[in-house]
């Protein structure tokens, strides 16, 4: 098993910034392939982000190419995305995600992680 844990989330105006953390514990994180969506309400939850289990390959939607950043740090277990230029249709709940298939490529669909987070929302005011 593998427990999720994010942060960082909150309310920016546009044009701000913000960084999320997502902790793993109860599995080596190095093995993981790791993934940012989200889910805003009344919409089905949609990819943003995800880098491969070696940190090799990064993917990212194209809503948010330019934008956002993902990154890892296997040292602390934790992934990161860090958001720029936030724009009132990024408000979200942003939920981190672990796939244990030591893929090559970053999987878009979320039905193939294996462990979610809880959540932490983020709002962007115009």
């Known amino acids: 098993q593998v427990q999720l844990v994010e942060s960082g989330g909150g309310l920016v105006q546009a044009g701000g910034s913000l960084r999320l953390s997502c902790v793993a514990s109860?599995?080596?994180?190095?093995?993981?392939?790791m993934a940012w969506f989200r889910q805003a309400p009344g919409k089905e939850r949609e990819f943003v982000t995800g880098?491969?289990?070696?940190?090799?390959?990064?993917y990212y939607a194209d809503s948010v190419k330019g934008r956002f950043t993902i990154s890892r740090d296997n040292a602390v277990n934790t992934v990161y995305l860090q958001m720029n230029s936030l724009k009132p249709e990024d408000t979200a709940v942003y939920y981190c995600?672990?796939?244990?298939?030591?893929?090559?490529?970053?999987?878009?669909?979320?039905?193939?992680?294996?462990?979610w987070g809880q959540g932490t929302q983020v709002t962007v005011s115009s």
């Open positions: 880098i491969t289990w070696s940190g090799g390959s990064t």
């Open positions: 109860g599995r080596t994180f190095s093995v993981l392939a």
């Open positions: 995600a672990a796939d244990r298939a030591r893929r090559t490529s970053v999987l878009t669909r979320a039905i193939g992680y294996d462990y």
